[in-house]
């Protein structure tokens, strides 16, 4: 089985990555979370990630799950144990940090957790139901309440898909472009203000 791979980036594109170790390409999707840190390495980088090997009776096509971290990993691994939520559906998922998502589930806080792409109020409960008592460990990772990080992760999220989806650039320029604007203006409260700066940084 899979755990760890490390090599160079040779194609990087919509949360999927070809990285080559020991010759061979392997293809390895990667979890909104991880994806974000990725995409500004570019092609030709070198990488080392972490590796969940998935192979079900749903799907029978092996796929390879990256993580920068082996918290991030076992965090993933605890969260397919819930029932529904196989290894594509919870890597589809993880668009917040894990901090924020063990958080919420150990104050049993559902608004949060369904901001989680593609899951709706009954996973949403299932999720809490099953994992609650079980991720604390997670949540103590970084000190910060939850829903700042959430507020600014859906403010950067609105502005690199207006980005993308209407100005025409790719996700990690979008992504890149976005970072460098909060770097210069940390303190950006609105999707309109970092909108604004992203583009000042242009104009520079």
Not at 8 to 37: H, M, S, T, Y
Not at 47 to 65: C, G, M, N
Not at 159 to 182: F, I, N, P, T, W
């Amino acid at each position: 089985m899979i755990r760890y791979i490390a090599g160079k980036i040779l194609k990087a594109q919509n949360g999927i990555l070809v990285v080559c170790a020991g010759g061979i390409g392997f293809e390895i999707l990667l979890p909104d979370i991880v994806w974000r840190d990725v995409a500004q390495k570019g092609e030709q980088c070198d990488i080392e990630l972490y590796i969940s090997y998935q192979q079900t009776q749903q799907q029978p096509k092996p796929v390879l799950i990256g993580f920068n971290t082996q918290i991030e990993l076992e965090f993933f691994e605890q969260l397919i144990t819930v029932k529904d939520i196989g290894p594509i559906t919870a890597a589809k998922c993880l668009t917040l940090p894990i901090p924020v998502i063990a958080q919420a589930i150990e104050d049993r806080d559902v608004a949060t957790v369904m901001k989680l792409k593609g899951i709706g109020r009954r996973k949403a409960d299932m999720i809490i139901s099953e994992l609650n008592g079980k991720v604390g460990k997670y949540a103590l990772l970084k000190k910060a309440p939850a829903q700042p990080v959430v507020e600014q992760y859906d403010i950067k999220k609105q502005v690199v898909d207006v980005l993308v989806k209407q100005l025409g650039h790719s996700r990690s320029e979008a992504v890149a472009m976005v970072e460098k604007a909060l770097e210069r203006k940390p303190d950006t409260e609105t999707p309109e203000e970092l909108f604004e700066e992203v583009y000042r940084g242009t104009k520079a």
